[in-house]
C-alpha cells in the first residue's frame, strides 16, 4: 500500500487529527522549546494533504498543507533526526515561504514519530528564527521526549479502544439483564397455573384418591412453591437495585428493626433476639439494603440447630471511607473450606428436608454489594456461628 494512504490510515486508527489541544503534549512541546531555547516548537501529524498541529507554542495556525513542509520531509527520511541549521542558505529551502516571510525558519530540528509498525506519521520539532546550534545532549532529549510522545499517542489509543469497548460491554449487560428479568418474570405466569389447576383438579377428585395420588399431588404442588421461590430469586439476582436514581436518605435501623419483625414472625415461639447497635442514616439504595440484610438476617435465624435461641448481632464500624457492618448469628455454623463457595449462584450445603432455599441469596447479596463497590466475606466457626462482614464506600 502507498506510504501516505498508510499513513493517513493510521492516523484515522488513532482517531488523532483535527483534536482538541491535550495537557500531556503541550507539556511536552513547552519542555522542548525550553530545552532547546527556540521559539517555536510543535507536535505535528502529518496525513496525504495537510500536516496538523496537535500542540504548538509560538504559532498561530493549527493546520497548514504538506507542500511547504519541513517535517514531511523529516519523515520521509529515515534518520533519528532532520536538521536544518541554516534553512537561508539550504537550496531546498532558500524559497520556503515559511522561511522568506512568517514564521521566518532559520534553524530546524524534527525528529519523527513512528507507530510500532514502522510508520512516519509526524514529528517533535522545533525552530528558530535565527541559528541555533543545537547540542549533544539538547538533541538526546530532544529524541527521548518524542519517544514519550509516541508513547503517548499509543497510549492514548489504546485508552480510547477501552473506553468503547467498555460502554459495548455495559450495553450488552443491561440488555442481557434486561433479557433474564423479561425471561423469569414470563415464567412465573404458567407456573402459578400449574398450581392453580392441580389444586382444582385436588378440589374435584380428593375422595376418590387413596393415598398414593395425594402423596403425588402434594409433590407437585411443593415442587411449584420451590420453583416459584426460585423464580422470585433469580428475578432479584437480575434486577438492578443500585442505580444512583433510586438513591434515597434512609434510618438503617429502622429497616433492620422492620425486617426483623416480618421475618421472625412465624418463628415467634423460637423467641429470637436481635442485638442492634446504633446504626447510620444512609444516603443510598433503600432496596439494595433491604435485599442484602433481609437474606442475611433470613440465613442467620434459618441455619440454627434444633431447640436453640436464635441470635443475630448487628454492628456497624466507622471507617474514613467505608461504612462496615457485620452480621453475626449463634448458628450452625459453616466449614472454611466454602467460605467462597456459598457466594457462588445456586450453592447449597445443605438439602432441602432440613433448611429451605434456592442457593441464590448469598449470590444476590454479593453482586449488589459489589455494584455498590463494596465487598462481602464471612468468617465463623463450625457449631458456633458465622459472621458476615459487609464493606460499603460511603460514596
Ligand atoms: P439459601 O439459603 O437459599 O440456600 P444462600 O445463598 O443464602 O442460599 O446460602 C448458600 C448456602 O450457604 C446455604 O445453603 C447454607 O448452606 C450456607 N449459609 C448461608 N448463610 C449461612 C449461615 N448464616 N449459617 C450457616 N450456613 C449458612
Known amino acids: 500500500m502507498d506510504l501516505e494512504i498508510e499513513r493517513k490510515k493510521l492516523l484515522i486508527e488513532f482517531d488523532i487529527l483535527d483534536t482538541k489541544t491535550e495537557e500531556m503534549f503541550d507539556n511536552i512541546t513547552e ?7 527556540t521559539p517555536i516548537a510543535m507536535i505535528t501529524l ?12 509560538g504559532i498561530n495556525t493549527y493546520r497548514t498543507s504538506i507542500e511547504h513542509s519541513f517535517c514531511k520531509v523529516a519523515i520521509e527520511k529515515s534518520d533519528k533526526i532532520f536538521i536544518v541549521e541554516d534553512a537561508t542558505i539550504d537550496e531546498r529551502f532558500k524559497k520556503n515561504p515559511m522561511v522568506v516571510g512568517s514564521p521566518n525558519i532559520v534553524s530546524y530540528y524534527g525528529v519523527p514519530l513512528v507507530s510500532k509498525s514502522g510508520i512516519a506519521y509526524g514529528t517533535l520539532c522545533v525552530f528558530d528564527n535565527q541559528i541555533n546550534t543545537l547540542s549533544e545532549n539538547q538533541i538526546e532529549i530532544l ?5 514519550t510522545v509516541e508513547n503517548l499517542i499509543n497510549l492514548r489509543s489504546k485508552s480510547k479502544f477501552l473506553d468503547a469497548y467498555q460502554l459495548k460491554i455495559e450495553r450488552y449487560s443491561k440488555n442481557m439483564e434486561d433479557f433474564t428479568y423479561m425471561a ?24 376418590i384418591w387413596d393415598e398414593k395420588d395425594e402423596k403425588y399431588i402434594s409433590f407437585i404442588l411443593q415442587s411449584t412453591t420451590k420453583m416459584f421461590n426460585l423464580i422470585q430469586d433469580l428475578l432479584e439476582y437480575s434486577k438492578r437495585t443500585t442505580d444512583k436514581s433510586n438513591f434515597e436518605e434512609f434510618d438503617l435501623k429502622a429497616l433492620i428493626d422492620d425486617i426483623f419483625d416480618n421475618t421472625t414472625f412465624e418463628i415467634k415461639h423460637k423467641n429470637p433476639i436481635l442485638t442492634c447497635q446504633e446504626m447510620p442514616i444512609l444516603f443510598s439504595s433503600k432496596i439494595a439494603f433491604t435485599v442484602i440484610f433481609n437474606n442475611l438476617i433470613n440465613n442467620g435465624l434459618k441455619y440454627q440447630p434444633d431447640n436453640q435461641i436464635p441470635k443475630i448481632d448487628i454492628k456497624s464500624i466507622k471507617d474514613e471511607m467505608n461504612w462496615i457492618f457485620t452480621i453475626s448469628d449463634n448458628g450452625i455454623g459453616i466449614e472454611s473450606d466454602y467460605f467462597d463457595e456459598i457466594f457462588k449462584p445456586l450453592t447449597r450445603l445443605h438439602g432441602n428436608s432440613k433448611y429451605e432455599g434456592t442457593g441464590l441469596g448469598l449470590a444476590i447479596c454479593k ?10 466475606t464471612v468468617d465463623s466457626v463450625l457449631g458456633e456461628g458465622t459472621t458476615f462482614t459487609l464493606k460499603i464506600p460511603k460514596n
Not at 529524541?143 to 519517544?147: S, Y
Open 367 to 376: 453482586k449488589i454489594i459489589e455494584d455498590l463497590n463494596g465487598h462481602i
Open 31 to 37: 519542555i522542548a522549546s525550553k530545552i532547546c531555547e
Open 184 to 207: 423469569v418474570h414470563d415464567l412465573k405466569a404458567p407456573l402459578r397455573g400449574i398450581d392453580s389447576f392441580v389444586k382444582m383438579l385436588e378440589k374435584k377428585h380428593k375422595e
Open 46 to 57: 502529518i496525513d496525504d494533504k495537510k500536516q496538523f498541529f496537535k500542540s504548538k507554542i
Open 143 to 147: 529524541i527521548r521526549l518524542a519517544k
